[in-house]
């Protein structure tokens, strides 16, 4: 039998590469060795939804808070690229969605509307080299509704108030026109003060789209800045 003995070595190497990679990984929640996420803390991933409003008066269900072991995964995924993490954390967004319940609390269940991402800043699209948005929603088994795009000169978010924050994202969205009246639910990572989502819905709104509510994976204490 034919060896390549050049190949043997690329092979071995590659193998302690991979070896390396996996010893070096820790729990996202914990920072337990050799895992990605322990079984700890991927039942603290389970889905606990709590329901808001923005300033605006949208509905809103968040899948967890953001806090503790849940707030370093969402952290691991937006800071490091932890792509590993979008099937635990698309699972609890999917169980919001799953429950987004009746019309009176005015949240309307997937398939009845399409899951429309909060559009990513060139910036950070190339700094993670995705949409945080996007891949949760793809991790809930659904295609996002892409119509929502950014306008360039928003600044960052970090460390800004209420007021700021509603002021930086006013005029930073387009939608894509032509929706003849189609309903959707915006959908985002984190919500804060809920300026975001506010300016999405009006954006879609604007366009044309019926805005029922919106899902995110994590609402912070207060809605304080993650």
Do not use: W
């Not at 070896?19 to 990984?25: F, P």
């Not at 991933?45 to 300033?55: E, F, G, M, N, V």
């Amino acid at each position: 039998m034919f060896r390549d003995p050049h190949l043997s070595a690329s092979l071995r190497s590659l193998g302690t590469e991979v070896l390396g990679l996996l010893l070096a990984a820790c729990c996202a929640g914990c920072g337990a060795p050799e895992v990605i996420l322990c079984d700890a803390c991927r039942g603290e991933l389970s889905a606990a939804p709590i329901d808001l409003r923005t300033p605006g008066g949208l509905a809103v269900r968040a899948a967890l808070p953001f806090d503790g072991v849940r707030a370093r995964c969402v952290r691991r995924l937006k800071d490091d690229g932890e792509t590993l993490l979008v099937r635990p954390l698309g699972a609890a967004l999917a169980a919001a969605i799953a429950r987004s319940p009746v019309p009176s609390a005015a949240l309307v269940p997937v398939p009845s509307a399409a899951l429309v991402p909060v559009p990513t800043s060139r910036r950070s699209m190339r700094r993670r080299g995705f949409s945080v948005p996007e891949v949760l929603i793809r991790g809930t088994g659904h295609r996002p509704l892409r119509v929502l795009s950014t306008v360039p000169g928003r600044r960052d978010q970090r460390g800004l108030d209420v007021a700021d924050r509603a002021a930086n994202v006013r005029g930073s969205m387009r939608a894509r026109s032509g929706s003849d009246g189609r309903e959707v639910i915006v959908v985002d990572d984190v919500m804060t003060t809920g300026a975001t989502l506010d300016e999405a819905a009006t954006t879609l709104a604007r366009a044309g789209y019926r805005v029922s509510s919106a899902v995110v994976l994590a609402a912070t204490p207060r809605h304080s800045e993650p």
